[in-house]
Each structure stands twice: as structure tokens, then as C-alpha cells.
């Protein structure tokens, strides 16, 4: 056997993309007391995949809101499974890491607005420049969202963080 030297952007969803089942997903609370929660970090996401998602409520003007004011959670055109399938289609990895491994996380960041549009981009933890950068690339390439609403039908806009995992792969040739 022999290594390639190319590396597999994976986010931990192979197996869960087979998955049929496209029920909405559950939050997970940090806490024991939802009705007096406020956010000083984002909260995960429990998907029928392997993504990672985690989130974050914010009004108009960037102050955290409580989660339990959450009517409705942000979509994804065709649900996380789609979300993973676009960024493994559409990720690119630079000329420049060709012959290099990559093995690690890039923890991104990203907001869904109002209108559904994907915005603020960044990197929180990245690898490498030339890795990071195709991660905000593809990342400010999705597609518009539904945006997400408060129990009184206002939108609102919401933070994602999304760990995109790199891992070595072998060739069996």
C-alpha cells in the first residue's frame, strides 16, 4: 500500500448521508433551565449526520437572544445532508497542498441573515492559510437559507460554527 499524498475533506458525515431519515433536527441544551437561558456560546446542533453544527440567535443589532424565543431554525436547502454534500462537492484544495497531507480542523464560522443570506465568514482555528481560505471560499458559496424565526414570526439572524475535518487518506493500489 501507499499513502496519497492528497488529503479527503471529510465533515464526518459519510456514513450519515445514506442515512433516509430527514426529520428536522433536535437542539441539545447546554443546561438544565431552558426558559432562562441565554447564550455566552453557541449551542449544538443534533443532526441525523455527522455535522457538527452549532448556533447561535442574534436581534438586529448583534445582541444574543435567548434560545427559547426560537421558533424556527435556519434551513438549509435539502437539510444538513445537502449542507454536507454541497462543501464536498464544491471544496477545492489549493495548487500549493497538492503534495502535502492535511490532517486536522478548520473551525469556520458563518451567519445566516434575515433574507438568507450567507455572511461573515471566518476562520476561529485554522490549519493552514492556503486550507483556510478555500474553507471561506466554499463556505461564502452556499446557497440562500431560510432565515430563521422568533416566536413572534421575526426573523432573525443566526450564527453557525462548522468544523470542516481533514483526513489523510490511504491508497490500496
Given at each position: 500500500m501507499r499513502i496519497i499524498i492528497g488529503t479527503l475533506l471529510t465533515i464526518l458525515l459519510l456514513i450519515s448521508c445514506q442515512s433516509k431519515d430527514k426529520s428536522e433536527p433536535k437542539l441539545e441544551?447546554?443546561?438544565?433551565?431552558?426558559s432562562s437561558i441565554t447564550q455566552s456560546e453557541f449551542k449544538k446542533i443534533?443532526?441525523?449526520n455527522s455535522l457538527e453544527l452549532e448556533y447561535q440567535i442574534l436581534d438586529e443589532n448583534d445582541e444574543i437572544l435567548e434560545f427559547n424565543r426560537l421558533h424556527k431554525m435556519a434551513e438549509y436547502p435539502g437539510g444538513f445532508d445537502s449542507l454536507a454534500t454541497f462543501i464536498q462537492r464544491n471544496f477545492k484544495f489549493p495548487e500549493t497542498t497538492k503534495n502535502i497531507t492535511i490532517k486536522g480542523t478548520v473551525r469556520t464560522t458563518f451567519s445566516v441573515d434575515t433574507l438568507g443570506k450567507v455572511a461573515e465568514?471566518?476562520?476561529i482555528d485554522g490549519l493552514m492559510k492556503e486550507i483556510d481560505q478555500?474553507?471561506?471560499?466554499?463556505?461564502?458559496?452556499?446557497?440562500d437559507w431560510k432565515p430563521a424565526e422568533l416566536s413572534e414570526n421575526?426573523?432573525?439572524k443566526m450564527v453557525f460554527g462548522l468544523p470542516l475535518k481533514f483526513v489523510a487518506e490511504k491508497d490500496t493500489e
Open positions: 441544551l447546554k443546561s438544565e433551565s431552558k443534533e443532526t441525523n465568514v471566518k476562520v478555500s474553507c471561506i471560499k466554499v463556505i461564502s458559496k452556499l446557497p421575526k426573523k432573525v
